[in-house]
Protein backbone atom coordinates (compact mmCIF):
# COMPACT_ATOMS: atom_id res chain seq x y z
CA UNK A 1 0.00 0.00 0.00
CA UNK A 2 1.40 3.28 -0.73
CA UNK A 3 1.84 5.48 2.46
CA UNK A 4 0.17 9.11 2.28
CA UNK A 5 3.76 10.72 2.91
CA UNK A 6 5.53 9.99 -0.31
CA UNK A 7 5.66 12.85 -2.43
CA UNK A 8 4.00 11.59 -5.51
CA UNK A 9 1.34 9.83 -3.27
CA UNK A 10 0.85 13.67 -1.81
CA UNK A 11 0.76 15.49 -5.65
CA UNK A 12 -1.95 13.17 -6.57
CA UNK A 13 -4.29 14.06 -3.90
CA UNK A 14 -3.12 17.83 -4.35
CA UNK A 15 -4.00 17.18 -7.81
CA UNK A 16 -6.93 15.52 -7.26
CA UNK A 17 -8.20 17.89 -4.67
CA UNK A 18 -7.54 20.44 -6.84
CA UNK A 19 -9.35 18.82 -9.47
CA UNK A 20 -12.56 18.43 -7.09
CA UNK A 21 -12.43 21.91 -5.87
CA UNK A 22 -12.94 23.58 -9.22
CA UNK A 23 -15.39 21.43 -10.21
CA UNK A 24 -17.91 23.11 -7.40
CA UNK A 25 -17.62 26.36 -9.27
CA UNK A 26 -18.75 24.84 -12.70
CA UNK A 27 -22.05 23.65 -11.29
CA UNK A 28 -25.12 26.55 -12.30
CA UNK A 29 -27.70 25.87 -9.43
CA UNK A 30 -27.57 25.23 -6.04
CA UNK A 31 -28.73 21.37 -6.55
CA UNK A 32 -25.89 20.84 -8.47
CA UNK A 33 -23.62 22.35 -6.52
CA UNK A 34 -24.57 20.36 -3.29
CA UNK A 35 -24.93 17.23 -5.70
CA UNK A 36 -20.84 18.21 -7.35
CA UNK A 37 -19.45 18.37 -2.96
CA UNK A 38 -21.00 14.93 -2.50
CA UNK A 39 -19.53 13.46 -6.51
CA UNK A 40 -15.98 15.28 -5.68
CA UNK A 41 -15.54 13.31 -2.22
CA UNK A 42 -16.14 9.73 -3.84
CA UNK A 43 -13.80 11.31 -6.78
CA UNK A 44 -11.24 12.56 -5.15
CA UNK A 45 -11.23 12.13 -1.72
CA UNK A 46 -10.96 8.04 -1.26
CA UNK A 47 -14.23 7.63 0.20
CA UNK A 48 -16.71 5.31 -1.26
CA UNK A 49 -19.91 6.88 0.56
CA UNK A 50 -20.68 10.93 0.71
CA UNK A 51 -23.72 12.61 2.15
CA UNK A 52 -24.34 16.29 2.02
CA UNK A 53 -27.03 17.79 4.70
CA UNK A 54 -28.08 21.51 4.27
CA UNK A 55 -29.64 23.48 7.16
CA UNK A 56 -32.70 24.28 6.26
CA UNK A 57 -34.68 27.96 7.58
CA UNK A 58 -36.21 26.71 10.36
CA UNK A 59 -32.38 25.30 12.02
CA UNK A 60 -32.87 21.42 11.12
CA UNK A 61 -31.04 19.45 8.60
CA UNK A 62 -31.78 17.78 5.57
CA UNK A 63 -29.96 15.35 3.45
CA UNK A 64 -29.55 17.30 0.36
CA UNK A 65 -27.61 14.81 -1.99
CA UNK A 66 -26.10 11.51 -1.88
CA UNK A 67 -22.78 9.70 -3.66
CA UNK A 68 -21.82 5.82 -3.96
CA UNK A 69 -24.99 4.05 -3.42
CA UNK A 70 -28.04 4.47 -5.17
CA UNK A 71 -30.23 2.54 -3.12
CA UNK A 72 -28.92 4.86 -0.09
CA UNK A 73 -29.53 7.61 -2.17
CA UNK A 74 -33.21 6.66 -2.95
CA UNK A 75 -33.68 5.90 0.89
CA UNK A 76 -32.38 8.57 2.97
CA UNK A 77 -32.42 12.19 -0.09
CA UNK A 78 -34.89 14.41 1.24
CA UNK A 79 -35.22 13.51 5.05
CA UNK A 80 -34.83 15.60 7.50
CA UNK A 81 -32.97 15.53 10.83
CA UNK A 82 -33.59 18.02 13.96
CA UNK A 83 -31.13 20.37 14.63
CA UNK A 84 -30.73 19.17 18.22
CA UNK A 85 -30.00 15.44 17.17
CA UNK A 86 -27.10 17.38 14.86
CA UNK A 87 -25.53 19.23 17.63
CA UNK A 88 -25.32 16.36 19.77
CA UNK A 89 -23.72 14.12 17.09
CA UNK A 90 -20.91 17.32 16.86
CA UNK A 91 -20.23 17.14 20.21
CA UNK A 92 -19.11 13.34 20.75
CA UNK A 93 -16.13 11.45 20.04
CA UNK A 94 -13.15 12.68 18.59
CA UNK A 95 -11.68 16.08 17.07
CA UNK A 96 -9.34 15.93 14.21
CA UNK A 97 -8.99 19.46 14.13
CA UNK A 98 -12.33 20.63 12.65
CA UNK A 99 -13.17 17.10 12.14
CA UNK A 100 -15.47 15.10 14.02
CA UNK A 101 -14.80 11.12 14.53
CA UNK A 102 -16.93 9.22 15.97
CA UNK A 103 -15.80 5.42 16.48
CA UNK A 104 -18.31 2.25 16.48
CA UNK A 105 -17.81 1.51 20.02
CA UNK A 106 -19.49 5.49 21.25
CA UNK A 107 -22.14 5.87 18.06
CA UNK A 108 -23.88 2.78 18.95
CA UNK A 109 -26.25 5.35 20.75
CA UNK A 110 -26.96 7.28 17.64
CA UNK A 111 -29.14 4.28 15.75
CA UNK A 112 -32.31 5.65 17.36
CA UNK A 113 -31.82 9.22 16.74
CA UNK A 114 -33.88 11.07 13.92
CA UNK A 115 -30.63 11.57 11.95
CA UNK A 116 -30.91 10.07 8.76
CA UNK A 117 -28.10 7.13 8.32
CA UNK A 118 -27.31 4.09 6.29
CA UNK A 119 -25.72 1.48 7.59
CA UNK A 120 -22.75 -0.63 5.93
CA UNK A 121 -21.68 -4.50 6.72
CA UNK A 122 -18.23 -5.63 6.91
CA UNK A 123 -16.17 -7.41 9.52
CA UNK A 124 -14.61 -6.23 12.88
CA UNK A 125 -10.97 -4.36 12.30
CA UNK A 126 -8.12 -6.55 12.99
CA UNK A 127 -5.66 -3.60 13.55
CA UNK A 128 -5.94 -0.32 15.56
CA UNK A 129 -6.49 2.59 12.76
CA UNK A 130 -8.87 -0.40 10.59
CA UNK A 131 -11.85 1.61 9.65
CA UNK A 132 -14.91 -0.13 11.15
CA UNK A 133 -18.65 -0.05 9.67
CA UNK A 134 -19.83 1.88 12.40
CA UNK A 135 -17.18 4.66 12.58
CA UNK A 136 -18.73 8.04 11.94
CA UNK A 137 -16.86 10.96 10.20
CA UNK A 138 -18.61 14.42 10.15
CA UNK A 139 -17.16 17.53 8.25
CA UNK A 140 -19.30 20.42 9.46
CA UNK A 141 -19.37 23.21 6.43
CA UNK A 142 -19.36 27.12 8.15
CA UNK A 143 -19.87 30.38 6.61
CA UNK A 144 -16.60 31.76 6.90
CA UNK A 145 -14.45 29.53 8.82
CA UNK A 146 -14.98 27.41 11.81
CA UNK A 147 -16.35 30.61 13.80
CA UNK A 148 -18.96 31.44 11.46
CA UNK A 149 -23.29 30.46 10.68
CA UNK A 150 -23.74 26.21 9.85
CA UNK A 151 -24.22 25.98 6.47
CA UNK A 152 -24.00 22.32 6.51
CA UNK A 153 -22.72 18.89 7.35
CA UNK A 154 -20.60 16.17 5.25
CA UNK A 155 -20.23 13.07 6.64
CA UNK A 156 -18.20 9.97 5.00
CA UNK A 157 -18.20 6.59 5.25
CA UNK A 158 -15.62 3.76 3.79
CA UNK A 159 -12.69 5.51 3.21
CA UNK A 160 -10.61 3.41 0.11
CA UNK A 161 -8.04 0.95 1.35
CA UNK A 162 -9.91 0.21 5.09
CA UNK A 163 -8.17 2.89 7.02
CA UNK A 164 -8.92 6.10 9.19
CA UNK A 165 -7.69 8.37 7.24
CA UNK A 166 -4.08 9.62 8.28
CA UNK A 167 -2.97 13.62 8.71
CA UNK A 168 -2.67 14.20 4.93
CA UNK A 169 -6.50 12.96 4.56
CA UNK A 170 -7.88 14.85 7.31
CA UNK A 171 -6.04 18.33 6.11
CA UNK A 172 -7.72 17.56 2.64
CA UNK A 173 -11.09 16.69 4.08
CA UNK A 174 -11.21 19.74 5.98
CA UNK A 175 -10.23 22.03 3.23
CA UNK A 176 -12.24 20.66 0.96
CA UNK A 177 -15.36 21.23 3.34
CA UNK A 178 -14.25 24.48 3.87
CA UNK A 179 -14.57 25.26 -0.20
CA UNK A 180 -17.47 23.26 -0.42
CA UNK A 181 -19.45 26.10 2.04
CA UNK A 182 -17.95 28.64 -0.28
CA UNK A 183 -19.17 27.24 -3.23
CA UNK A 184 -22.62 26.69 -1.61
CA UNK A 185 -22.83 30.10 -0.46
CA UNK A 186 -21.44 31.52 -3.90
CA UNK A 187 -24.20 28.69 -5.65
CA UNK A 188 -26.88 31.14 -3.10
CA UNK A 189 -25.36 34.30 -4.15
CA UNK A 190 -25.33 33.49 -7.95
CA UNK A 191 -28.98 32.31 -7.47
CA UNK A 192 -29.77 35.67 -5.98
CA UNK A 193 -27.72 37.71 -8.39
CA UNK A 194 -29.42 36.02 -11.37
CA UNK A 195 -33.22 36.65 -10.11
CA UNK A 196 -32.03 40.20 -9.27
CA UNK A 197 -30.52 40.39 -12.91
CA UNK A 198 -33.99 38.81 -14.31
CA UNK A 199 -35.88 41.71 -12.66
CA UNK A 200 -33.81 44.11 -14.14
CA UNK A 201 -35.09 43.13 -17.48
CA UNK A 202 -38.34 43.06 -17.16
CA UNK A 203 -41.19 46.21 -17.55
CA UNK A 204 -41.14 49.69 -15.70
CA UNK A 205 -43.14 48.43 -13.34
CA UNK A 206 -41.31 45.62 -11.84
CA UNK A 207 -37.84 47.53 -12.12
CA UNK A 208 -37.71 49.60 -8.60
CA UNK A 209 -38.53 46.14 -7.01
CA UNK A 210 -35.87 43.99 -8.67
CA UNK A 211 -33.71 47.29 -8.01
CA UNK A 212 -33.85 47.36 -4.78
CA UNK A 213 -33.42 43.42 -4.35
CA UNK A 214 -30.25 43.87 -6.44
CA UNK A 215 -28.94 46.44 -3.93
CA UNK A 216 -29.65 44.85 -1.00
CA UNK A 217 -27.88 41.55 -2.61
CA UNK A 218 -24.88 43.93 -3.99
CA UNK A 219 -24.72 45.70 -0.41
CA UNK A 220 -25.35 42.46 2.12
CA UNK A 221 -23.12 39.96 -0.43
CA UNK A 222 -20.49 38.63 2.79
CA UNK A 223 -18.21 38.44 -0.42
CA UNK A 224 -16.84 42.01 -2.77
CA UNK A 225 -19.28 42.86 -5.40
CA UNK A 226 -18.25 45.90 -7.71
CA UNK A 227 -19.70 47.51 -10.82
CA UNK A 228 -17.53 48.93 -13.43
CA UNK A 229 -18.08 50.75 -16.70
CA UNK A 230 -17.68 49.01 -20.38
CA UNK A 231 -16.62 50.46 -23.31
CA UNK A 232 -15.19 54.47 -23.75
CA UNK A 233 -12.27 56.13 -22.27
CA UNK A 234 -13.31 55.22 -18.90
CA UNK A 235 -13.59 51.34 -19.79
CA UNK A 236 -13.32 48.91 -16.25
CA UNK A 237 -13.53 52.49 -13.45
CA UNK A 238 -15.14 51.47 -11.11
CA UNK A 239 -18.80 52.96 -10.25
CA UNK A 240 -19.36 51.34 -7.20
CA UNK A 241 -18.15 49.20 -4.36
CA UNK A 242 -19.69 47.16 -1.30
CA UNK A 243 -18.39 46.98 2.37
CA UNK A 244 -16.95 43.90 2.01
CA UNK A 245 -14.77 44.61 -0.63
CA UNK A 246 -13.84 48.00 0.76
CA UNK A 247 -12.83 46.13 3.61
CA UNK A 248 -10.47 43.68 1.93
CA UNK A 249 -8.60 46.29 0.14
CA UNK A 250 -8.66 48.50 3.43
CA UNK A 251 -9.91 51.37 1.08
CA UNK A 252 -12.71 53.66 1.49
CA UNK A 253 -15.75 53.26 -1.11
CA UNK A 254 -14.98 57.59 -2.36
CA UNK A 255 -11.59 56.08 -3.09
CA UNK A 256 -12.40 53.00 -4.93
CA UNK A 257 -13.91 55.06 -7.57
CA UNK A 258 -10.79 56.74 -8.37
CA UNK A 259 -9.36 53.32 -9.67
CA UNK A 260 -10.15 50.21 -11.89
CA UNK A 261 -9.14 46.59 -11.63
CA UNK A 262 -6.27 47.26 -13.63
CA UNK A 263 -4.93 49.80 -11.25
CA UNK A 264 -4.82 47.62 -8.33
CA UNK A 265 -3.42 44.24 -10.05
CA UNK A 266 -0.09 43.01 -9.05
CA UNK A 267 2.37 43.55 -11.77
CA UNK A 268 2.69 40.06 -12.10
CA UNK A 269 -1.07 38.91 -12.56
CA UNK A 270 -1.65 41.89 -15.96
CA UNK A 271 -1.44 39.75 -18.40
CA UNK A 272 -4.12 37.30 -16.62
CA UNK A 273 -6.32 40.15 -15.85
CA UNK A 274 -6.07 41.02 -19.80
CA UNK A 275 -6.96 37.60 -20.56
CA UNK A 276 -10.00 37.53 -18.23
CA UNK A 277 -13.13 38.06 -20.98
CA UNK A 278 -15.28 40.27 -20.27
CA UNK A 279 -18.41 37.84 -20.36
CA UNK A 280 -18.43 35.16 -17.81
CA UNK A 281 -14.54 35.86 -17.05
CA UNK A 282 -12.79 34.04 -14.07
CA UNK A 283 -9.71 34.85 -13.07
CA UNK A 284 -7.46 34.46 -10.06
CA UNK A 285 -5.23 37.31 -8.90
CA UNK A 286 -3.41 39.61 -6.45
CA UNK A 287 -4.86 42.85 -5.30
CA UNK A 288 -3.18 45.35 -3.53
CA UNK A 289 -4.40 47.24 -0.52
CA UNK A 290 -3.79 50.20 0.94
CA UNK A 291 -1.30 49.41 2.66
CA UNK A 292 0.56 48.27 -0.08
CA UNK A 293 0.05 44.43 0.57
CA UNK A 294 -1.40 42.14 -1.80
CA UNK A 295 -4.26 39.83 -1.13
CA UNK A 296 -5.44 36.54 -3.23
CA UNK A 297 -8.84 36.97 -5.07
CA UNK A 298 -10.98 35.03 -7.45
CA UNK A 299 -12.47 37.32 -10.00
CA UNK A 300 -16.08 36.79 -11.55
CA UNK A 301 -17.35 39.01 -13.87
CA UNK A 302 -20.66 39.65 -15.52
CA UNK A 303 -22.42 41.66 -17.91
CA UNK A 304 -25.54 43.47 -17.07
CA UNK A 305 -26.96 44.33 -20.54
CA UNK A 306 -29.76 47.06 -21.44
CA UNK A 307 -31.33 45.40 -24.48
CA UNK A 308 -31.73 48.63 -26.37
CA UNK A 309 -28.26 49.96 -25.74
CA UNK A 310 -25.86 47.04 -25.26
CA UNK A 311 -23.70 45.89 -22.38
CA UNK A 312 -23.80 48.65 -19.63
CA UNK A 313 -21.74 47.70 -16.88
CA UNK A 314 -19.89 45.30 -15.45
CA UNK A 315 -20.89 42.89 -12.06
CA UNK A 316 -17.54 41.71 -10.45
CA UNK A 317 -17.58 39.27 -7.80
CA UNK A 318 -14.57 39.46 -5.33
CA UNK A 319 -13.49 36.32 -3.15
CA UNK A 320 -11.02 36.28 -0.81
CA UNK A 321 -8.74 33.13 -1.52
CA UNK A 322 -5.98 34.21 0.43
CA UNK A 323 -6.54 31.31 2.60
CA UNK A 324 -6.69 28.38 0.18
CA UNK A 325 -3.72 29.76 -2.09
CA UNK A 326 -1.87 29.51 1.80
CA UNK A 327 -2.80 26.60 2.07
CA UNK A 328 -2.47 25.34 -1.83
CA UNK A 329 1.73 26.72 -1.47
CA UNK A 330 2.13 25.28 1.99
CA UNK A 331 0.94 21.37 0.38
CA UNK A 332 2.80 22.27 -2.63
CA UNK A 333 6.16 22.80 -0.52
CA UNK A 334 5.79 19.71 1.33
CA UNK A 335 5.15 17.41 -1.70
CA UNK A 336 8.02 19.09 -3.27
CA UNK A 337 10.70 19.49 -0.36
CA UNK A 338 12.46 17.26 2.33
CA UNK A 339 10.84 16.93 5.48
CA UNK A 340 13.63 17.07 7.41
CA UNK A 341 16.11 19.61 5.74
CA UNK A 342 13.86 21.33 4.14
CA UNK A 343 15.85 21.02 0.63
CA UNK A 344 14.12 20.18 -2.52
CA UNK A 345 13.39 16.73 -2.43
CA UNK A 346 14.50 14.07 -5.55
CA UNK A 347 11.08 14.95 -7.53
CA UNK A 348 11.56 18.62 -7.52
CA UNK A 349 15.62 17.58 -8.54
CA UNK A 350 14.44 15.65 -11.39
CA UNK A 351 11.88 18.31 -12.56
CA UNK A 352 14.50 21.15 -12.06
CA UNK A 353 16.87 19.19 -13.72
CA UNK A 354 14.59 18.11 -16.61
CA UNK A 355 13.54 21.70 -17.25
CA UNK A 356 16.82 22.42 -18.40
CA UNK A 357 17.24 19.29 -20.69
CA UNK A 358 16.19 18.40 -24.25
CA UNK A 359 16.12 15.66 -26.28
CA UNK A 360 18.28 17.29 -28.90
CA UNK A 361 21.79 16.57 -28.66
CA UNK A 362 24.93 18.76 -28.95
CA UNK A 363 22.57 22.04 -29.61
CA UNK A 364 23.30 25.41 -29.61
CA UNK A 365 21.63 28.55 -29.93
CA UNK A 366 21.93 30.51 -33.51
CA UNK A 367 22.83 33.82 -32.90
CA UNK A 368 20.88 36.87 -33.31
CA UNK A 369 22.32 37.79 -36.75
CA UNK A 370 22.33 34.25 -37.80
CA UNK A 371 18.37 33.62 -36.89
CA UNK A 372 17.53 36.94 -38.81
CA UNK A 373 19.49 35.62 -41.82
CA UNK A 374 17.92 33.06 -41.26
CA UNK A 375 14.14 34.72 -41.48
CA UNK A 376 14.93 36.96 -44.33
CA UNK A 377 17.26 35.21 -46.48
CA UNK A 378 15.57 31.44 -46.68
CA UNK A 379 17.09 28.41 -45.96
CA UNK A 380 21.18 27.62 -45.37
CA UNK A 381 22.98 25.59 -47.44
CA UNK A 382 22.03 21.75 -46.62
CA UNK A 383 24.37 20.45 -43.81
CA UNK A 384 26.16 23.52 -43.86
CA UNK A 385 27.25 24.89 -39.81
CA UNK A 386 28.12 28.43 -38.83
CA UNK A 387 30.67 28.62 -35.99
CA UNK A 388 29.55 25.92 -34.75
CA UNK A 389 25.67 26.53 -35.05
CA UNK A 390 24.14 23.80 -36.43
CA UNK A 391 21.56 24.42 -39.19
CA UNK A 392 18.94 22.56 -41.06
CA UNK A 393 17.53 21.98 -44.30
CA UNK A 394 14.27 24.15 -44.06
CA UNK A 395 15.99 26.72 -42.52
CA UNK A 396 13.63 26.97 -38.97
CA UNK A 397 15.24 25.70 -35.87
CA UNK A 398 12.98 23.08 -33.79
CA UNK A 399 11.32 22.95 -31.33
CA UNK A 400 13.12 22.39 -28.34
CA UNK A 401 11.54 18.81 -27.32
CA UNK A 402 12.50 17.82 -30.33
CA UNK A 403 8.56 16.79 -30.93
CA UNK A 404 9.36 17.88 -34.79
CA UNK A 405 7.27 21.96 -34.36
CA UNK A 406 9.69 23.95 -36.45
CA UNK A 407 9.55 27.54 -36.16
CA UNK A 408 12.61 30.63 -37.02
CA UNK A 409 13.79 31.00 -33.02
CA UNK A 410 14.52 27.81 -30.97
CA UNK A 411 13.60 29.95 -27.26
CA UNK A 412 15.03 26.86 -25.40
CA UNK A 413 18.22 28.21 -23.70
CA UNK A 414 20.58 24.34 -24.91
CA UNK A 415 22.53 22.80 -21.74
CA UNK A 416 26.05 21.96 -22.96
CA UNK A 417 28.70 20.38 -21.13
CA UNK A 418 32.54 21.29 -21.03
CA UNK A 419 34.97 19.43 -22.90
CA UNK A 420 36.49 16.41 -20.74
CA UNK A 421 39.48 14.61 -20.44
CA UNK A 422 41.57 17.30 -21.72
CA UNK A 423 44.83 17.47 -19.38
CA UNK A 424 47.69 19.47 -19.20
CA UNK A 425 50.39 17.45 -17.20
CA UNK A 426 47.45 15.19 -15.16
CA UNK A 427 45.98 18.76 -14.23
CA UNK A 428 42.21 19.24 -16.12
CA UNK A 429 42.20 22.69 -18.66
CA UNK A 430 39.25 24.53 -18.52
CA UNK A 431 38.27 24.71 -22.37
CA UNK A 432 36.10 28.24 -21.34
CA UNK A 433 32.95 26.28 -21.97
CA UNK A 434 29.88 27.13 -18.85
CA UNK A 435 28.07 24.54 -18.61
CA UNK A 436 25.37 22.67 -15.80
CA UNK A 437 27.70 21.00 -13.29
CA UNK A 438 25.20 18.14 -11.14
CA UNK A 439 27.83 17.59 -8.06
CA UNK A 440 27.01 14.24 -6.37
CA UNK A 441 28.03 14.10 -2.61
CA UNK A 442 27.75 11.29 -0.21
CA UNK A 443 28.52 11.22 3.13
CA UNK A 444 31.73 9.44 4.67
CA UNK A 445 31.76 7.92 8.38
CA UNK A 446 27.63 8.66 8.28
CA UNK A 447 26.84 5.06 9.33
CA UNK A 448 29.20 5.28 12.12
CA UNK A 449 26.92 8.21 13.59
CA UNK A 450 23.69 6.73 13.73
CA UNK A 451 24.80 3.20 14.65
CA UNK A 452 26.89 4.58 17.79
CA UNK A 453 24.75 7.77 18.91
CA UNK A 454 21.57 7.10 17.25
CA UNK A 455 19.15 8.21 14.14
CA UNK A 456 18.51 11.27 16.14
CA UNK A 457 22.39 12.35 16.44
CA UNK A 458 22.16 11.26 12.19
CA UNK A 459 19.02 13.57 11.49
CA UNK A 460 21.08 16.67 13.00
CA UNK A 461 24.13 15.71 11.35
CA UNK A 462 22.27 16.03 8.29
CA UNK A 463 20.18 19.02 9.03
CA UNK A 464 23.58 20.96 9.41
CA UNK A 465 25.09 19.72 6.27
CA UNK A 466 22.38 20.66 4.75
CA UNK A 467 22.86 24.17 5.90
CA UNK A 468 26.56 23.82 5.09
CA UNK A 469 26.24 23.08 1.51
CA UNK A 470 23.22 25.96 1.44
CA UNK A 471 25.02 28.70 2.56
CA UNK A 472 28.42 27.84 0.31
CA UNK A 473 26.13 28.16 -3.25
CA UNK A 474 24.86 30.76 -5.01
CA UNK A 475 21.45 32.29 -4.84
CA UNK A 476 20.48 30.61 -7.90
CA UNK A 477 21.99 26.68 -7.28
CA UNK A 478 20.16 24.20 -6.18
CA UNK A 479 21.26 22.36 -2.93
CA UNK A 480 18.71 19.12 -3.00
CA UNK A 481 18.75 15.74 -0.49
CA UNK A 482 18.05 12.57 -2.73
CA UNK A 483 17.63 10.89 0.22
CA UNK A 484 19.69 9.03 3.47
CA UNK A 485 23.16 10.96 3.00
CA UNK A 486 23.04 11.63 -0.56
CA UNK A 487 22.96 14.86 -1.81
CA UNK A 488 23.44 17.17 -5.17
CA UNK A 489 24.26 19.94 -5.87
CA UNK A 490 23.20 21.90 -9.43
CA UNK A 491 24.94 24.95 -10.29
CA UNK A 492 25.33 26.57 -13.52
CA UNK A 493 27.30 28.67 -15.37
CA UNK A 494 30.47 27.14 -14.17
CA UNK A 495 33.87 25.54 -15.74
CA UNK A 496 35.40 22.36 -15.41
CA UNK A 497 38.07 24.49 -12.68
CA UNK A 498 34.96 26.26 -11.23
CA UNK A 499 33.01 23.05 -10.76
CA UNK A 500 36.36 21.41 -9.05
CA UNK A 501 37.30 24.59 -7.00
CA UNK A 502 33.26 23.91 -6.11
CA UNK A 503 33.43 20.92 -4.70
CA UNK A 504 36.98 21.58 -2.53
CA UNK A 505 34.44 24.57 -0.71
CA UNK A 506 31.46 22.19 -0.45
CA UNK A 507 33.59 19.75 1.37
CA UNK A 508 36.01 21.94 3.58
CA UNK A 509 32.58 23.16 4.98
CA UNK A 510 31.19 19.76 6.07
CA UNK A 511 34.41 18.77 7.55
CA UNK A 512 34.54 20.76 10.23
CA UNK A 513 33.22 19.27 13.55
CA UNK A 514 29.46 19.03 14.27
CA UNK A 515 27.98 19.50 18.11
CA UNK A 516 25.51 16.50 18.32
CA UNK A 517 23.76 16.37 22.39
CA UNK A 518 27.16 18.23 23.62
CA UNK A 519 29.54 16.08 22.07
CA UNK A 520 31.71 16.89 18.43
CA UNK A 521 31.39 14.33 15.30
CA UNK A 522 32.97 14.61 12.38
CA UNK A 523 31.40 13.56 8.50
CA UNK A 524 33.73 13.56 5.34
CA UNK A 525 32.06 13.77 1.97
CA UNK A 526 32.88 12.19 -1.59
CA UNK A 527 31.62 14.50 -4.61
CA UNK A 528 31.16 13.40 -7.92
CA UNK A 529 31.40 16.16 -10.70
CA UNK A 530 29.16 14.97 -14.01
CA UNK A 531 27.31 17.82 -16.39
CA UNK A 532 23.93 18.26 -17.96
CA UNK A 533 23.51 18.32 -21.40
CA UNK A 534 20.73 18.41 -24.07
CA UNK A 535 20.65 14.78 -25.55
CA UNK A 536 20.65 13.31 -21.96
CA UNK A 537 17.89 12.18 -19.63
CA UNK A 538 17.81 12.82 -16.35
CA UNK A 539 18.55 9.52 -14.85
CA UNK A 540 21.78 9.31 -17.15
CA UNK A 541 22.94 12.99 -15.70
CA UNK A 542 22.67 11.77 -11.77
CA UNK A 543 24.19 8.07 -12.63
CA UNK A 544 27.04 9.69 -14.27
CA UNK A 545 27.50 11.94 -11.42
CA UNK A 546 26.73 9.30 -8.89
CA UNK A 547 29.12 6.89 -10.47
CA UNK A 548 32.30 9.45 -10.19
CA UNK A 549 31.59 10.31 -6.25
CA UNK A 550 32.35 6.08 -5.85
CA UNK A 551 35.26 6.53 -8.09
CA UNK A 552 37.08 9.59 -6.06
CA UNK A 553 35.64 7.78 -3.11
CA UNK A 554 37.43 4.10 -4.21
CA UNK A 555 40.35 6.48 -4.95
CA UNK A 556 40.25 8.34 -2.01
CA UNK A 557 40.23 4.72 0.16
CA UNK A 558 42.97 3.59 -1.97
CA UNK A 559 45.18 6.96 -0.90
CA UNK A 560 44.26 6.48 2.99
CA UNK A 561 45.26 2.91 2.41
CA UNK A 562 48.56 3.08 1.64
CA UNK A 563 49.35 6.15 4.24
CA UNK A 564 48.33 3.67 6.98
CA UNK A 565 50.34 1.13 5.73
CA UNK A 566 53.41 3.82 5.62
CA UNK A 567 52.66 4.69 8.96
CA UNK A 568 52.75 1.19 10.37
Not at 76 to 94: C, F, N, P, Q
Request: charged residues 25%; negative net charge; proline residues 4%.
Amino acid sequence: MEAESEPYVRLATLRQLHRVVADLNTARSLSDTVQAVADGIVAGLGYELACVNLVRPDGDLVVAAFAGNSAAEALITGRVGSRSSWERRLTMGERWGDLHFIPHHEGWVLVEDDVPQWHTEGPDPRFADEWHPGDRLYAPMYASGGEGELIGVISVDRPRGGRRPGAWAQEALTMYASQAAIAIINARLRSNMQRALVRLEREQQALRASEESFRQAFEYAPSGMAIAEMGGDQHGRLLRTNDALCRLLGRPASAMRRYSFADLVHHEDVGTLLRTSAEGGRAELRLQRRDGSFVWVSLRNSVVADTADGPRFLLTHVEDIEERKRHELHLAHRASHDSLTGLPNSAELRARLSARLCRRPHAVRATAVEALDAAYDGAYDDGVTYDGVATYDDGFYGDPMGEGEPGFYDHHVHTVAPQEGVTDGGVPIDDGTKGLAVLFCDLDGFKSINDRFGHQAGDTVLIEVARRLTTCVRDGDTVARLGGDEFVVLADGLGSADAADLAVRLRNAIIPPIRVDGRAVRVGASFGIGWAACGMTVDEVLQSADQRMYIEKRSRSKVQSRVHRRAG
